[in-house]
Structures are given as structure tokens and as C-alpha cells.
């Protein structure tokens, strides 16, 4: 299981980014697969998922402005990141849990992470 994501940057206060993840080894359409941050000094946490059945959960403090998306054919899933602001300034981690699991126990601890790519939000 291998997750390699792109399009971390620099970005001014809200200007938009999409980061992609890109996974092999196995099909993402069989798995909960997410999006997680870290900010300076802070704990990892999960923000946005896409569970096995295709349900999808964004975190409040995201919603409207975030939104993932997957495309199975290429086996990859997206973040969107719209009105961006410096405190969303982060290193962001893809993740995948297999066995059906749901978003909660996706955030719990996924079985597998990307490499992390820094998002920085600045004037």
C-alpha cells in the first residue's frame, strides 16, 4: 500500500489549493480513505473522509469551504481548498483504512499514510 500526494504551496489568505493522493496496491473504492492535518505544536487530526459505502464526513470547522472527492478510476482522492485562511497552515496527510470502517475509526488511526505535503496559508 503506497499514498503519494501533490499540491501542497504557499497560498495568500483566501486563495484555493487542491491536493491530490494518489494510492497503489490497492483499490480506493474499498476503502475509507481521508484527509488529516497537523499544525505547528498540534496533534494530527482527521478533518474529512469518505467512508467504503461513499458517505461523506467533513468536520465542522472545514465544511463549506473544503470538500473531498475521489475518482476510483485513477484511483485518487482530492482535497479542495477554497477561502483558505492562515489558520489552516499544516503539513496535510492523506490516509486509507481498509475493512469497511467508518470515518470515526478512520480518524482513530488509519492503517495508512501519505508522505505529508505543507500547506501555508500567508500574506
Known amino acids: 500500500v503506497q499514498l503519494v500526494e501533490s499540491g501542497g504551496g504557499l497560498v495568500q489568505p483566501g486563495g484555493s489549493l487542491r491536493l491530490s493522493c494518489a494510492a497503489s496496491g490497492f483499490n480506493i473504492d474499498d476503502y475509507t480513505i481521508g484527509w488529516f492535518r497537523q499544525a505547528p505544536g498540534k496533534e494530527r487530526d482527521g478533518f474529512a473522509c469518505i467512508d467504503s459505502e461513499g458517505t461523506i464526513f467533513i468536520v465542522d470547522s472545514v465544511k463549506g469551504r473544503f470538500t473531498i472527492s475521489s475518482d476510483n478510476a485513477k484511483n485518487t482522492w482530492y482535497l479542495q481548498m477554497n477561502n483558505l485562511k492562515p489558520d489552516d497552515t499544516a503539513v496535510y496527510y492523506c490516509?486509507?483504512?481498509?475493512?469497511?470502517?467508518?470515518?470515526?475509526?478512520?480518524?482513530?488511526?488509519?492503517?495508512?499514510w501519505g508522505q505529508g505535503t505543507q500547506v501555508t496559508v500567508s500574506s
Open positions: 490516509a486509507a483504512e481498509g475493512g469497511h470502517k467508518s470515518c470515526l475509526e478512520l480518524f482513530l488511526g488509519p492503517g495508512s
